[in-house]
């Protein structure tokens, strides 16, 4: 029995750690991961699926879903997360996320609240690979935005405080599942 035992544990670490290794050598993880800080690296858009999510964060399980029941809202103690899943057909979400399966994230959102100061250097970890834009109608908003990591962060400057972090599938990913047509 314990030979079995020690077996099964073997089994089971050599697939956990290949697992680990299949999703952590996705092109689009690396991109984001290193960027930004790691806590927001751990919902990969374009990659995980519902079922990651909902074992990640319980809150997603009864987290309000909206009409068409591809995006959830959940609020994570210090934080409100939205997730929106692709549906598996064109046109139903924005036509940037092309065709991804059906229940795939494609986006993931992060806002704290207003009296919240997270600051830049908390989120980002090398400014020289983001472009900063100013993409709001917020004067006081700049944008800043890694398109090969599909990531774009909106920073208040009158705060001095992120106010959200939008993630999407990285360069490489949206290229494989192409546009809506």
């Given amino acids: 029995m314990a030979i079995r035992n020690s077996k099964a544990r073997k089994y089971t670490f050599g697939m ?4 680990c290794s299949i999703v952590w050598s ?3 993880v690396k991109a984001q991961n290193g960027l930004i ?9 374009g990659v995980s699926t519902r079922y990651d999510v909902e074992q990640m964060f319980a809150a997603a399980k009864d987290g309000k879903f909206n009409r068409v029941g591809n995006t959830v809202e959940f609020d994570n103690e210090r934080l409100a997360v939205r997730v929106e899943y692709s549906t598996g057909k064109c046109g139903d979400t924005l036509p940037d996320y092309g065709t991804f399966p059906k229940w795939t994230v ?4 992060y806002m704290w609240p207003d009296d919240d100061q997270i600051p830049l ?9 983001f472009s900063k ?3 709001s109608d917020v004067i006081v908003h700049d944008n800043y935005v890694n398109d090969e990591g599909g990531i ?7 705060r001095r405080s992120v106010d959200g972090i939008y993630l999407q599938p990285g360069a490489r990913l949206r290229a494989k599942y192409g546009k809506c047509q």
């Fill in 16 to 19: 956990i750690v290949a697992m």
């Fill in 152 to 158: 774009d962060i909106v920073y208040d400057r009158k």
């Fill in 26 to 28: 996705n092109s689009d």
């Fill in 121 to 129: 250097e908390g989120v980002i970890f090398d400014l020289r690979k």
């Fill in 133 to 135: 834009m100013q993409e």
């Fill in 106 to 109: 494609i986006a993931v959102s």
């Fill in 37 to 45: 800080a790691d806590e927001y690296c751990r919902i990969i858009p």
